[in-house]
């Protein structure tokens, strides 16, 4: 089964997050989307001197705006950590309902917010799961292997903030492109149950452009 949110195309995306952040209220029209800054070549490919975090770390983090998971915050999660300017984030309602549990779960995770990088000219959401306690790497496993299309999946151990963490980079096939997408999330547990933060993207570009906000979650995570 291929990933349940993930984002296909703008349209597919923006109505999902309807069915997931707003019950059954009419769809709204279609904002526009300033399209944000995009890489113009492929990351340049690791020496033999360069290890797995050299390959697949973004030399830098976005700028930050909100911080997403404390007291006060849109979504109420076992950590916190910044989110770049400009992306907006949203609880996902009721994400225990069976109902919308082929949208909801991933493997033994649940969904419980999505930051929507539209507003920052970008077609994207970073998602933050939650698993019971148990071992991130596990956690991280699981959520990949219900990805049934996955490809070239990686696994590096790294840090969350100063949290040990487990990340992997993987692709994903999508019938809508001509090659597989790329795709990332690391994963950190702590006393509260074990976070997934996801980045997925319309395409591979999409998903370069958009790493410097997953980099700064990453490196800014604090538990709750």
Known sequence: MEHPIRIMAPAAALLVSGVLTAGCAAPEPLPEVTQG??????????TASEGPEDATAPKAAAPSGATLGGAGSACALPVSFALAEKWEPEAIEDPENPEFAALTRQGPATVRCEVDAKPAGHVGYLR???????????????????????TAVTYRETKAGALPATEVTYTVADELLEEPKEERAFAVATPKGTVIVHLGGLDTAEHRAMLPAYELARTTVKAG
């Not at 800054?37 to 690791?46: C, E, I, M, Q, Y």
């Not at 596990?138 to 990949?144: C, H, K, P, Q, W």
Request: proline share 12%.
């Open 37 to 46: 800054a995009r890489p113009t070549a492929a990351p340049a490919t690791p």
């Open 128 to 150: 933050v799961w939650t698993v019971a306690k148990g071992p991130a790497r596990a956690a991280l496993e699981g959520f990949v292997k219900a990805e049934e299309k996955s």
